[in-house]
């Protein structure tokens, strides 16, 4: 009921769905789909997130004539609402070359020094959602968000363009067949689509067991999944306040509960409330390139100079410190932000200065959300052809985003990755389906 020649120039998006390989990997399809069909290929995306979506558009908007089926098995763009504390951290604009930008990626960073940044990039990315209506603004970090400050305008533009419709349920099952794509998708509630025939399937389902399982009958290997960015919980109301403050650079040393002898250290952005992976305790230096005694110094200059300025109003701007984690400094250590610098002691300053360079955190568990923000691991990156994002096993069978074993730093590196396999999955797609693809030497 879906796929009906009456809407082929539209891209369908189900909700609810959870498209598995069934154990009997043989899939019929309802006679009702089979009359409407017609001689025009499909495409079913298993996966509503950003790139599956993205990728959707595409491919329709390279072939409209292209059958375009997106099954989401929760709510379509769920972590694009949530991404970037609500604003939706798009794309990195300080990391335009692409072998710069390679370098973001823990995992992928030797794959992506070849063309697939150099076909859809960051430049690209933001050019297409300005294109569609959605201003973008690149923060002095590099970070790229919406004017809005609201993930709303990307989830709004995307789903604008992928025209979507009403939100539906459905379970099924996938496998090839002579070069077919055989979905069975079990009814959960009544009048839905029960079976799909596709010609080309794009795997977009980022860290789900079920897209690793799909993958994996498909004939292709995972890299065990692990969480490589999530959140961690801590029990500190005033950091609340500190949403969305970042540092570029800082040094995190975790403690965990038994001592270890090497314990892990990272320098890479840092973003209030989110951070790396396990772990009791957080500590960290938030002036990296500041010796303990300079900052002492400085402070205490500080302090003379502007012996007559409140303490909350005046702070040195060598540390880099927004203001509002200049108060949260100042509340730990009990300082009213009232007080004239001049009768601030030197011991409240050396306090300062520590936690300026071992600021601890107590993590009392793992943060909120129940999804890592990243995970690493999923398809062997070696299996697809990164210039086109179809497997290199079963061809027509694309993948796109998360589900590849890929991960990005925090900076909106990894929606980039989302945007550009979806973005070239979509255009092979879209080529191989209008029939102008050719193989080798594609010009994108
Ligand atoms: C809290 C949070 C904040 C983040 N902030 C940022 C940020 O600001 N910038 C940034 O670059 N990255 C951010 N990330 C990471 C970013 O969200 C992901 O890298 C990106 O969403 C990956 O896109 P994707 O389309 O590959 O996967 P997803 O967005 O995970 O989409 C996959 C979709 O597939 C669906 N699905 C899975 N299995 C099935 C199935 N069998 N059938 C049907 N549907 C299925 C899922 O329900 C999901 O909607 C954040 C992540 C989190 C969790």
């Known amino acids: 009921m879906m796929i009906r020649s009456s809407t082929v120039k539209r891209l369908h998006l189900l909700y609810g769905a959870s498209p598995s390989l069934g154990s009997k990997r043989r899939i019929t399809i309802s006679s009702a789909h089979r009359a409407n069909q017609t001689s025009e290929e499909s495409l079913v995306v298993v996966g509503g997130g950003a790139a599956g979506v993205y990728g959707a558009i595409r491919a329709k908007s390279v072939s409209p004539n292209l059958r375009v089926l997106v099954v989401e098995k929760g709510k379509p763009l769920s972590k694009v609402k949530i991404s ?59 970070r790229v968000f919406p004017v809005s400050n609201s993930s709303s305008s990307i989830i709004d533009c995307l789903m604008l363009e992928a025209d979507r ?31 799909v025939e596709a010609d080309y399937l794009l795997i977009a389902s980022g860290s789900s067991q079920q897209g690793y399982d799909l993958a994996t009958q498909l004939g292709h290997s995972i890299v065990n999944p692990v969480p490589s ?7 500190d109301k005033n950091l609340a306040e500190l949403s969305g403050v970042t540092f570029p650079k800082v040094k995190a040393k975790l403690k965990p509960d038994n001592a270890q002898k090497n314990i892990p250290e990272f320098t890479q952005a840092f973003v209030f409330p989110s951070v790396f992976l396990w772990i009791r305790m957080l500590l960290v230096d938030f002036i990296l390139d500041i010796h303990i005694e300079d900052a002492k110094g400085i402070l205490l200059q500080h302090k003379i100079k502007f012996a007559k300025q409140k303490v909350i109003n005046s702070f ?37 200065c520590s936690l300026l360079k071992n600021c601890s955190f107590n993590v009392t568990g793992k943060g909120q959300f129940k999804d890592e923000f990243v995970t690493a691991g999923g398809v062997l990156l070696s299996e697809i052809s990164l210039q086109t994002m179809e497997s290199k096993i079963t061809p027509r069978l694309f993948f796109a985003g998360e589900v590849l074993n890929v991960d990005g730093e925090t900076g909106g590196f990894n929606f980039q990755n989302a945007w550009s396999g979806g973005y070239i999955a979509g255009t092979s797609i879209g080529k191989q389906a209008a029939g102008v693809f050719q193989k080798a030497n594609v010009a994108y």
Request: charged share 25%.
């Open 84 to 142: 970037g504390g609500g604003r939706c951290n798009v794309t990195n604009g300080h990391c335009l070359e692409h072998k710069v930008l390679a370098e973001h990626y823990p995992r992928g960073k030797r794959e992506f020094q070849g063309p697939f940044f150099v076909m859809h990039g960051p430049a690209d990315t933001m050019s297409w959602f300005m294109d569609h209506g959605v201003n973008l603004k690149t923060e002095d970090d590099g």
């Open 316 to 352: 040195p701007p060598e540390f880099g410190l927004v203001k509002r984690f200049w108060k949260y400094l100042l509340d730990r250590e009990g300082i009213d932000g009232e007080t004239f610098w001049a009768s601030i002691s030197n011991n409240s300053l050396i306090s300062l």
């Open 229 to 235: 960015l999530f959140t961690f919980k801590i029990v």
């Open 165 to 195: 419709i009403g939100g539906k349920v459905v379970t099924g099952a996938c496998t090839a067949n002579d070069g077919k794509f055989l979905v069975k998708i079990e009814k959960r509630t009544v009048g839905f689509l029960q079976n």
